[in-house]
C-alpha cells in the first residue's frame, strides 16, 4: 500500500472516529438529561423510568459504535493493518 493510500484510509478511519465519538457525547448528554428527569419524578414513575432506560440503551450503543471505531483506528495506526469493516 503506497502512502497516498494510506492518508486516505487513515482519514476515512479518522473521519468515522470523530462522528461516532459525537454521537456518544450526545448520546451521553441524552443520558444525564434522563437520569436528571427520572430522579426529578421519582424512580418508579412509568415516563421516568421508560426514559432512562431508552436512553442507556441509545448510550451503550454509542458506545460500542465509539469502541469499535477506535478499535480499527487503532489497528491500522499501531500494526498498519486494513480494518475489517463493521457488521
Known sequence: MDRFEQAKIE???KEALGEAKALYESSKGEY??????RE??????????LTHRQALEKRDWA???YNQAL???N???LD???PEEPK
Do not use: C, E, V, Y
Request: glycine share 12%; charged share 30%.
Open 11 to 13: 482519514a476515512r478511519l
Open 32 to 37: 444525564l438529561r434522563a437520569l436528571q428527569r
Open 40 to 49: 426529578d419524578l421519582g424512580s418508579t414513575h412509568p415516563d421516568g423510568a
Open 63 to 65: 458506545l460500542g459504535k
Open 71 to 73: 478499535l480499527r483506528f
Open 75 to 77: 489497528r491500522f495506526i
Open 80 to 82: 498498519g493493518k486494513l
